[in-house]
């Protein structure tokens, strides 16, 4: 068994990014805190942690992390079925009434949109500590495959191995752009296909296939725009609206420059619907049992029904 | 001298994730991309693309991304010198009017309060595809030094070699949490440093050292809190509005929910100010003009005066 205080000095620093805040988080002097984790490397055989500013794991570093987190989390659960509470938090003996150090630590992958969108009210349904991956919606699955996070929102409807995978609905996107935006690149014929081709469009990164899948929808011809990126929700909103580029923006989100005419909708007859899922490792149903219920209800009523 | 062809291949890998969609984009068949590859490939002698889903590059292939996208750069600026315009797109002969293929594309770090605050509208200024690259106000400078991006917005006020830096402003962040949040955790007291390392925070990644600095700006004292993890400015606002933790929210960006009593600021007189700056390469000041004047007359309005 490896030494729960050096892995709990080895999560302290990669969540905080040097040896010197991990210390202070966890009431140790700072060459404490390196001989706890000279002791892990000498054990292991192999650095786990790169020395830079913030810290970052190695590969062997980044598999034992997980396996503190998940350690931490396997007793979290058997406490709960047991009905003895939660373990003191490190520094929590002596205090009295709440203390969020003793919650435990849960990391989810999730797509961007749903978190500027409907999702975050859902996770104030529990005593836990969030650590959020922000990932594309056709990825984020993965994340759970390498075992990187316990619970993720995808766009994949098959269960991942050792999860569970439950239908939240569907969000929907339109296509946006200003309306000076629009006359200048589209004119009085509006949106067409050549005109696709030579207006610049925004992209949230490599991995964003929305605008394309929408011209395919819309129009049945692939897409080969120029492009700006921009990896951040709101700032895709912001950017259709001052006129930079269209782009695929969720409704919920684009909804208040669309009623100040701020932007406009490129095709109302054709919005873009994403279905998403919520997928859960089974190692953790139970303790995250309030979260998903919370995660489904706040869809429920956010998202539309999957078609 | 490398083949432009064969560096535009690159570049369109690169920029959207696969050979296939780079094909579409360069007018070409799927074989004849792969060829120019691979052809650059035995003229580099190292492989410059991971074949993965989105395609990556290899050290070496981001390496050859940057000297293709600086020399698209250089002679843009020549172009400007010259008075003879823009160089038509790939695609864009036998179009007619604007045509945004043929825009020089420009990689810019920016930290995300930034953009999710005041500095999107600055980019509708001239006829440019922004790239855009988001990372800590104290890390965005390092992209800089590298040469991977040809301007940045960072805390840094010393110039990066190459580069002019003008003063922005600051950008002013408060202390905020839900009214039930307080109750919760700071009861009738208030805030207190023993509070603080009870209570839930937020922080953005490992970079993100404003909840500490205010801690000790406010408290003198040192933080050590439990935390959330959440990448992503509007997402910090809500999850503290739905009372997940308390965090240092732009004051920009919390004054909706400030108005609507869903924040409160956890302690009035004590704000945190984050002056910032605007690094640019000399190599593309004169074509990056327009943009550097429109970044600081948004910032001149949007900032506070640097402290």
Same mark, same amino acid.
């Given at each position: 068994?490896?030494?729960?205080?050096?892995?709990?000095?080895?999560?302290?620093?990669?969540?905080?990014?040097?040896?010197?805040?991990?210390?202070?988080?966890?009431?140790?002097?700072?060459? +404490?805190?390196?001989?706890?984790?000279?002791?892990?490397?000498?054990?292991?055989?192999?650095?786990?942690?790169?020395?830079?500013? *913030?810290?970052?794991?190695?590969?062997?570093?980044?598999?034992?992390?997980?396996?503190?987190?998940?350690?931490?989390?396997?007793?979290?659960?058997?406490?709960?079925?047991?009905?003895?509470?939660?373990?003191?938090?490190?520094?929590? /003996?002596?205090?009295?009434?709440?203390?969020?150090?003793?919650? *435990?630590?849960?990391?989810?992958?999730?797509?961007?949109? /749903?978190? =500027?969108?409907?999702?975050?009210?859902?996770?104030?349904?529990?005593?836990?500590?969030?650590?959020?991956?922000?990932?594309?919606?056709?990825?984020?699955?993965?994340?759970?495959?390498?075992?990187?996070?316990?619970?993720?929102?995808?766009?994949?409807?098959?269960?991942?191995?050792?999860?569970?995978?439950?239908?939240?609905?569907?969000?929907?996107?339109?296509?946006?752009?200003?309306?000076? !935006?629009?006359?200048?690149?589209?004119?009085?014929?509006?949106?067409? *296909?050549?005109?696709?081709?030579?207006?610049?469009?925004?992209?949230?990164?490599?991995?964003?296939?929305?605008?394309?899948?929408?011209?395919?929808? =819309?129009?049945?011809? /692939?897409? $080969?725009? *120029?492009?700006?990126?921009?990896?951040?929700?709101? =700032? !895709?909103?912001?950017?259709?609206?001052?006129?930079?580029?269209?782009?695929?923006?969720?409704?919920?989100? $684009?909804?208040?420059?669309?009623?100040?005419?701020?932007?406009?909708?490129?095709? $109302?007859?054709?919005?873009?619907? @994403?279905?998403?899922?919520?997928?859960?490792?089974?190692?953790?149903?139970?303790?995250?049992?309030? @979260?998903?219920?919370?995660?489904?209800?706040?869809?429920?009523? +956010?998202?539309?029904?999957?078609?």
């Amino acid at each position: 068994m490896f030494d729960p205080t050096q892995l709990a000095a080895l999560s302290a620093i990669l969540r905080n990014g040097s040896f010197e805040r991990a210390a202070r988080l966890l009431g140790l002097t700072q060459s +404490a805190v390196s001989q706890r984790i000279r002791l892990l490397e000498e054990q292991v055989g192999t650095p786990l942690i790169i020395r830079s500013q *913030p810290c970052r794991a190695t590969e062997a570093g980044a598999r034992v992390f997980r396996h503190a987190e998940e350690l931490r989390l396997l007793e979290q659960e058997l406490r709960t079925d047991l009905g003895i509470g939660r373990e003191p938090g490190a520094l929590a /003996s002596g205090t009295t009434g709440a203390d969020a150090r003793a919650w *435990p630590a849960v990391r989810i992958a999730v797509n961007a949109d /749903s978190l =500027a969108t409907w999702f975050l009210p859902a996770l104030a349904a529990g005593e836990f500590l969030f650590d959020l991956v922000v990932d594309d919606q056709d990825h984020s699955a993965d994340w759970l495959k390498r075992g990187e996070v316990r619970a993720a929102i995808s766009s994949a409807s098959r269960p991942v191995q050792g999860c569970d995978c439950l239908p939240l609905g569907a969000l929907r996107y339109l296509a946006t752009a200003s309306p000076d !935006f629009c006359r200048r690149w589209f004119g009085e014929e509006g949106v067409t *296909p050549a005109g696709l081709q030579r207006a610049p469009m925004l992209t949230f990164n490599a991995k964003d296939r929305l605008q394309s899948r929408w011209a395919e929808q =819309a129009f049945g011809t /692939s897409l $080969a725009g *120029p492009s700006h990126w921009l990896p951040s929700s709101q =700032a !895709f909103v912001d950017a259709a609206a001052a006129g930079l580029g269209w782009g695929m923006n969720p409704e919920a989100l $684009a909804a208040p420059a669309l009623a100040e005419r701020r932007l406009r909708v490129l095709k $109302a007859d054709c919005p873009l619907d @994403v279905p998403l899922y919520w997928h859960v490792s089974r190692s953790v149903l139970r303790l995250m049992q309030p @979260v998903t219920q919370a995660v489904v209800e706040a869809a429920r009523r +956010a998202l539309r029904p999957i078609p």
